[in-house]
Structure formats: structure tokens, C-alpha cells
């Protein structure tokens, strides 16, 4: 959904090439020495806001190649490509969405050891590695065009990006160049604190006092736990022997009078209320007699039972001994808002059942309690459907298609033109017991999983599967059947292109047969729900970036549109999707969710407005979009509407921590780091939103937009994260795009914005930055390293140290105080046993830096040179 565009590349190799007067065919051996480089030459160019770049094809087989039978495909982030100003030896080719072919002209030739460079330039810069093509194949044809053979292009390589020219993106970008000088120039402002004033609990309790003393948790402690709060005083045992290698004893009810001398962890429901809340509370004490969490309900105990686990020492953690001791403490707390959830996109690139099972259990830890999961996309289903198997036979796998009226799905994000290839992320889906599996899961850590079917958008996998379908029955001469869930009007010739270039995702609104396989979809997700024991009662309906030009030249909706003269035209048709849709849902007792074009209006101009039709109804908008419509979420809360804000510019995980091109993510809506997480304000957005995705100031942005009322603060039913996958490449990269910048949206989903109120700049500024160099020092000393260990360890992401030389001598420090730089002079990498950095020191040499965790886990590294 909300990103633009981003560069990646399937490569495949096809061989049938004539040589030397000779026409022969090319083996996969001889195929895969070609060599093909691409590089990025400036995203200063004309016109504005244009990049140019190069592939070099080098030929190491032994057939000289022609430009008659084969052709390169690839993907990158979607960006129109221009016209060459100059003849080129091949040309770029948009194909659709993020998948792209080189043509060679009529008159190519390529012997074997030459070499060929063809130039191009497109639409908007480039400055990531993420960006550069992925999964690039040959495909070669025969005499009569037809394809022969597809090979992966083995032999692949992106130079680096290293001037100004590559990094950043045109003179409008206003971001300082990613060097170790700068990074040592923006960490001045940090300090590193001691350990009696780190935070032990993220986020941050609403009432927190320590007292002298302190409990050893051991195997000692009876577990006693209240009637229905089995399922929770199991996951703490489960947790405490990952700490401590041993089984606490555990059982229903209270510790007897007899008993009130032993050690004790009490689980139990009671009358809790903090702040006015009675939902998720809990009160934690811990004392000489042992430890007590009384919960408002199940959740609360499950939320005391995270302090919990956060107060044990890291230490701990890092090296297991049979008792933790933790020190004596009074907690009552409960979250800010009731809705605190991430999104996940599985439908880019597939992520595991445990994989999402371990998310499942982070999120958990830091008491968010939605999931919504994105299982449909243009690029991939991945939910089996009962009675609709080519949902995953044919909308689960990509691979390489005759093109893009196949009733397959392309190649996406490098996944390239086999399905289910090994170390590839495009194919795949869950199973129906799988998807139960991980509802169950997600209730025991009390995360509501919200499911999710993107219509009218957003819906090439639906579409293709669908077409598939159609086309079977017909075959077999079944046209009812055949129709009874076809998307799509076959005389459509509308011409668009959506946000990530597809031409032909959107469904035809005007077919009930569109409602009909949504009702479909809907019900058999419930069915599972009831499986898992529970009830489905909110479903997200997707509904963002219909293109425009969808639905003007469909005979269907012209149609539809001379039945409906209220309507007025293609525009005002999201609206009337979402209008015939809603009571179907509102039939089934569902809650709509869903991105917030699906409660605005249209108007001619293409603009967009808050349309009162569905205020007051169940249908709660999530607002993404504070970059092009900056006052959205404020005017959408003050008209009424539940939202949920889920700010591109604050709570992206897939937005790039920084412009250095080797920090991998997209950027079209700005840099995101855990600070942005952690500083947003949703009630005054405007004051904790800074620069523009260029690094503008945004202060002007927000001249004469509407601030949000104070009787509208009632409307912000909560926040959301996401997590697209477009740069997500499997459990890893998923998990170092989340972390730290979880543990900064937790705070933000549940602990008060103080500083949300204060109407003085210079106090608010002051009192952020205190603020975040506290939060700095607690996760970089005592929540991090826990991440190693954590539900068996995460892959989570270290600062690289900033770094200067200034009158002849090293000075170094780091974004997060009370990280351990270490450093080497030798030319080697430093490991945790290089010398660490304790104060300015003469050096000369290329001197390697990197900032590391107690857990041992370390940075990429900083290099720079001292004389």
C-alpha cells in the first residue's frame, strides 16, 4: 500500500542465440557466464527529480548473442522510464507493476569477451541497494519467437554508491551526506546515563516505585494462579526457564496461610483501575513474600506479567542462572489506547508460520494487541479458501509469465521466474489449519488477529486467480459456474496505472459477482475463526490508491452508471464499492476496517474529502497518509470518524532508518528511526512531525491546516505500525526492519506523550530531548542485548558508531548511549574482541569502528581515514 516506488531485479537466463554465421542453441553452462553489472551513474539530471543509469552485459560465453532471441527481465521499483535521448544497443521496458525487460534493437550483436553498455534514465532518484534490479533471468526464443529457455543471470553485480551524485536524490534533497563525521556531529546531543536511571520497563508504566530490597526468582516460588488464568501462568513458566533452565512449580488457586512464609508468584483478576482505565490494567508489587500481579481481566495479568519479565536483570539473559533477582517494585498501569497494533504484509514477500508465530510473541512483549495481517496483495494470496482452490494454485506463486494478460502472477521484488525457488520470498500460503494454528496463538498472548482482502485495489491476485478459474469451468462448459466469482469486466479498456505501476488491478464494482466472492472470502475466514474457538468480528477491507482512469472504459460500468444517475462517473465509485459492500458486513456483525479512502469522497479535480456518509457507522478509516494530505487524520477525528493513524513518516518499519545506501528499505515517505516512533504526539502531530521526506522543514507544510480538537481526541481509537515487505526478504530482514523501533511505537501506543501539551517550542524541544536520551540509554544498555535471548533470539539492528578526527586524534560515539564501540587499525573487521573506544586517541590509518551490545551483537561498519 502506502510507498511508491522501489528498485529490485529478477534475473533469468534464457539461452538460444545464433553465432558466428551459425545459429545454435546456448546451454545453461554457457549461459550462465554471462555477466551483467549495473550501476547508477546520477540522480542529478534533467529533468528534475530523474535518475540515469547503466547495465554493462559482458559476454564470457562462447555465442555471440543478437538481438533477435533473447530478451532480460528483471524487477525494480516501479519508476517510469524515459525515452533514450540517444539509439541504445537494448532498451528499458515497463511491463507492469515492478517488472521490467531489456529489448535489444533489431541490429545487436555481442560476440564472446565483448562487452555492451546500455544507458537509461527514468523517473525519480534512486539511493538505496534495496533499489538497484533483483532476479534477473534470460529468456530465449526460437526462430518463431517462441520461448525455449529461461536462465537466472548467476553472474550479477551493483556497483557502489559513493558520491553525492548516487546518495542523494537531486538538488531538492536537502539530507546531510551518511558519513561517520556527520553521525559523530548529530550524536553530540546524547549523553550516556547510569544504570540506576535506565527505564526497566518499556513502555514506560503510568506509576513506578522502587523500594530497598530485593526477591530472587527461583524454582523456590510456588506459581498460584486464579481460576481462567491457566493459559497466562503457563507462558510465565515457559519464559522463566528460558532465564533460569528450571521448572517452577505451578498450581490453581492461593498460597494458604499455612504457606504465607515461602516464596510465591500470585497471578490473579480483581478491581484494577489507573488513569480512568479498567481495561488491560494491572498492578505488579514485589516484595520480601514474593511477587503479586492482580489484572483487571486476563490481559491485564498478561500485561503485569511483561513488566515482569522486563525487570529481570539482562544479565541474566546473557548468561542463565538458576534465580534472577529482581529488585522490590510497585507498578499500576494501563495502555494510553485500547487499539495498539502492527500490520504485517505477507503478501509481497511470504513470511514463514514461525516466523509470524515469533512476531506474534514480540509483539506480545511489548503489550501490542492487534496484528493486522495483510494475506492479499497485488503480488500475492496467501490464505487457502475452501471451494476456491485457484486462490493459492494460481494466486499463492509467481514466475515467469508470457505476459500480462497471463492467468499467472509475474515475477515480483526478485523472486524470480520459478515458483517456490529455494531462498525466494513470492510464492507461498498458509494452509486453513496453519491460519487456525496462528489465531490460537495470537489469542493465548492476546493479540487480535485482523484479517484482511484489499478490494477495489490492490486485487491482481484475486484477479488472476479468478480469471483461472473462469477459465477451467468454461472448459468444461460450466458458464454460470464460470461467472459466479469473475472480477473483472473482460471489455474493460481503461487505462491507469496504480501506485506500484499495475495496470489491471482493480475489480469491476459493477458485478455483484465481485460482492458475492468477497461474501465468499468473509465467510470461510470465519468458519476458521470458529475452529479456533473464536469469533470474527472486524475485517479489514484494504480499499487504498484506485488509480485514476480506473473504470472509463468499461462497458459494465457504464452501465451501471446510466442505471445510477446519482452516481457521478468512474470518481464516485470507491465510495459506492464501500457503500453496497458495508451492509453485507454489517449483516455478518463485522467491525470495517480499512485505509482511509474508504470513508473520503472524490472530487473532480481528484481531490480528496472526508465524506459523512459512514460516520457513526462500524467503519474506522486508518490514516497513512501525513505526507500529501498532512491535516488528514486531525480532520478525520474532528469529522467524526474513529480513526486509527498509522503516520507514513512515524510508523513505517519499512521506511530506511537513514539515507545511507546501505541501509536497506524504501524512502518516499521519509527516513523512520526509532526516535520517530517514539516522539509521535497523535493528538498534535504536527509538533513531533519535523522534515519532509527531502528534509524540508515541515513547519510551513502546516500553515492553515486544521489541528485536531480537543473533543475529537476521543475519535483516535488507537495507532498502528506497519511493516510493508516490498525490500523484506524473509525472517531476518523482517525482523531487523522491526527492531528497535518496536519498543519506540509501544511507547507511543501505550504511555501518555507528556510533552504533547506544551505550547512553548523551546520547553517541548527540551523536554523531547531529555526525553528520548533517556529512552536512548535504556533500550542501547538493557533492552537490546535482551533481544538476543528473547523468544530464542532476534535479528535486530545496531547504530553504526559516528566517528571524527579532529587535531590528529580518533573521536567516536554512538546514537544509542552506552553501546561499546571497538575499533582496529589492521585492516580487519572489529569482532568484540577488538580494543574498545574509551576517550580521543591519536591513530593513523584507515581506522574500522563498530558500535556493540552487551549480547555481543555489533553495527555494520564505519570506516574512515586518519593521517
Request: glycine residues 8%.
Amino acid at each position: 500500500m502506502k510507498r511508491t516506488f522501489h528498485f529490485q531485479l529478477i534475473i533469468l537466463c534464457l539461452a538460444f542465440l545464433s553465432g558466428c554465421g551459425k545459429s545454435g542453441e546456448i546451454s545453461k553452462e554457457q549461459a550462465e557466464k554471462i555477466g551483467i553489472s549495473w550501476k547508477l551513474i546520477t540522480n542529478f539530471t534533467e529533468p528534475e527529480g530523474s535518475f540515469e543509469a547503466k547495465f554493462t552485459i559482458k559476454n564470457g560465453s562462447d555465442i555471440t548473442l543478437d538481438g533477435s532471441n533473447w530478451k532480460l527481465f528483471f524487477n525494480m521499483s516501479p519508476r517510469p522510464i524515459h525515452s533514450n535521448k540517444t539509439p541504445q544497443p537494448a532498451v528499458i521496458e515497463h511491463i507492469n507493476g515492478d517488472w521490467y525487460q531489456m529489448v535489444a534493437a533489431k541490429d545487436f550483436k555481442l560476440a564472446p569477451g565483448d562487452s555492451v553498455v546500455v544507458n537509461y534514465t527514468g523517473t525519480e532518484g534512486i539511493i538505496k541497494e534495496t533499489d538497484a534490479p533483483m532476479g534477473l533471468y534470460f529468456v530465449f526464443y526460437d526462430k518463431e519467437g517462441k520461448e525455449k529457455d529461461i536462465v537466472q543471470v548467476k553472474d550479477f553485480a551493483v556497483e557502489p554508491f559513493i558520491t553525492k551524485e548516487q546518495i542523494l536524490r537531486g538538488t531538492r534533497d536537502l539530507k546531510k551526506m551518511p558519513t561517520p563525521e556527520n553521525r559523530y556531529q548529530d550524536n553530540l546531543a546524547f549523553t550516556t546515563l547510569g544504570a540506576d536511571q535506565l527505564l526497566k520497563v518499556i513502555p514506560t508504566p503510568v506509576k513506578m516505585t522502587s523500594s530497598a530490597g530485593t526477591f530472587a526468582l527461583s524454582s523456590q516460588a510456588n506459581i498460584f494462579y486464579q481460576e481462567g488464568l491457566e493459559t497466562e501462568a503457563k507462558l510465565l513458566i515457559e519464559k522463566l526457564k528460558a532465564v533460569t533452565g528450571t521448572d517452577f512449580p505451578i498450581q490453581k488457586g492461593t498460597p494458604q496461610a499455612s504457606a504465607a512464609s515461602a516464596p510465591s508468584i500470585v497471578l490473579k483478576t480483581g478491581a484494577v483501575n489507573v488513569n480512568g482505565i479498567s481495561k488491560e490494567a494491572y498492578k505488579l508489587n514485589v516484595d520480601q513474600s514474593g511477587v503479586t500481579i492482580t489484572g483487571s481481566d486476563a490481559a491485564g495479568v498478561f500485561y503485569g506479567i511483561q513488566s515482569l519479565l522486563q525487570l529481570i536483570p539482562t544479565e541474566s539473559y546473557i548468561k542463565k542462572a538458576e534465580s534472577a533477582v529482581i529488585g522490590y517494585v510497585q507498578i499500576e498501569d494501563a495502555p494510553r489506547f485500547q487499539f495498539r497494533s502492527m500490520h504485517l504484509d505477507v503478501g509481497r514477500n511470504f513470511q514463514t508460520v514461525e516466523s509470524v508465530k515469533r512476531m506474534l510473541d514480540l509483539l506480545a512483549s511489548y503489550k501490542i494487541n492487534h496484528f493486522l495481517f495483510y494475506t492479499t496483495e497485488d503480488e500475492g494470496w496467501r490464505l487457502e479458501i475452501d471451494g476456491l482452490p485457484e486462490l493459492t494454485k494460481v494466486g499463492a506463486q509467481r514466475q515467469h509469465t508470457s505476459g500480462i494478460g497471463a492467468t499467472a502472477l509475474h515475477p515480483s521484488y526478485g523472486s524470480g521466474p520459478k515458483a517456490y525457488d529455494d531462498g525466494k520470498f513470492g510464492s507461498g500460503f498458509y494452509k486453513k489449519a496453519e491460519f487456525i494454528e496462528i489465531l490460537k496463538y495470537a489469542n493465548d498472548r492476546h493479540i487480535k488477529v485482523i484479517p484482511e482482502v484489499n478490494f477495489p485495489g490492490h486485487a491482481l491476485a484475486a484477479i488472476k486467480s479468478m480469471e483461472a478459474r473462469y477459465e477451467r469451468l468454461m472448459k468444461e462448459g460450466k458458464e454460470k459456474e464460470a461467472n459466479e466469482y469473475r472480477l473483472i469486466d473482460p471489455d474493460d479498456k481503461s487505462v491507469y496505472l496504480s501506485a506500484q505501476a499495475y495496470k489491471n488491478n482493480v475489480v469491476c464494482v459493477a458485478r455483484e459477482s465481485v460482492y458475492h466472492f468477497y461474501e465468499k472470502v468473509v465467510d470461510e475466514i470465519a468458519k476458521m475463526y470458529k475452529e479456533a474457538g473464536l469469533t470474527m468480528d472486524t475485517f479489514h477491507t484494504g480499499g487504498d490508491e484506485v488509480a485514476e482512469g480506473v473504470w472509463t472504459k468499461s462497458p459494465m460500468i457504464d452501465k451501471l452508471l446510466k442505471e445510477h444517475p446519482e452516481l457521478k462517473g468512474p470518481k464516485s465509485l470507491q465510495t459506492y464499492f464501500v457503500r453496497t459492500l458495508l451492509p453485507r458486513l454489517e449483516k455478518r456483525n463485522l467491525k470495517v476496517h480499512g485505509w482511509e479512502e474508504i470513508a473520503l469522497t472524490k472530487t473532480a479535480d481528484g481531490k480528496y474529502l472526508s465524506n459523512p456518509e459512514f460516520a457513526g457507522k462500524p467503519v474506522y478509516p486508518y490514516i497513512w497518509n501525513n505526507v500529501f494530505d498532512v491535516d488528514l487524520g486531525n480532520r478525520m477525528a474532528n469529522d467524526g470518524y474513529q480513526v486509527i493513524l498509522c503516520n507514513v513518516t512515524n510508523f513505517y518499519y519499512d521506511m530506511s532508518y537513514n539515507n545511507d545506501p546501505k541501509e536497506p528499505g524504501l524512502y518516499w515517505g521519509g527516513f523512520v528511526d526509532v526516535r520517530d516512533m517514539w516522539t509521535f504526539s497523535p493528538f498534535n502531530m504536527f509538533k513531533t512531525t519535523e522534515e519532509t521526506a527531502m528534509g524540508k522543514p515541515m513547519k510551513e507544510e502546516f500553515v492553515g491546516k486544521q489541528l485536531m480538537k480537543p473533543e475529537a481526541r476521543k475519535n483516535v481509537y488507537g495507532v498502528e505500525s506497519q511493516l510493508w515487505s516490498e525490500t523484506i526478504k524473509g525472517r531476518d530482514m523482517m525482523e531487523y526492519s522491526v527492531l528497535p523501533k518496536l519498543l519506540g511505537f509501544s511507547e507511543s501506543a501505550w504511555s501518555e506523550r507528556k510533552w504533547e501539551n506544551v505550547a512553548d517550542d523551546a520547553a517541548r524541544k527540551k523536554m523531547i530531548n531529555d526525553g528520548w536520551n533517556l529512552f536512548a540509554n535504556s533500550i542501547a544498555q538493557r533492552h537490546l542485548p535482551r533481544l538476543r535471548y528473547l523468544n530464542g533470539g532476534y535479528n535486530y539492528r545496531i547504530p553504526m558508531p559516528g566517528a571524527v578526527i579532529e587535531n590528529g586524534e580518533l573521536k567516536a560515539n554512538v546514537e544509542l548511549p552506552g553501546l561499546t564501540i571497538r575499533y582496529t587499525t589492521d585492516g580487519s573487521e572489529p569482532t568484540v574482541s577488538s580494543t574498545v573506544y574509551k576517550a580521543p586517541i591519536r591513530l593513523v590509518g584507515q581506522i574500522k569502528l563498530k558500535s556493540f551490545d552487551a549480547a555481543g551483537t555489533a553495527s555494520r561498519t564505519a570506516v574512515l581515514a586518519a593521517k
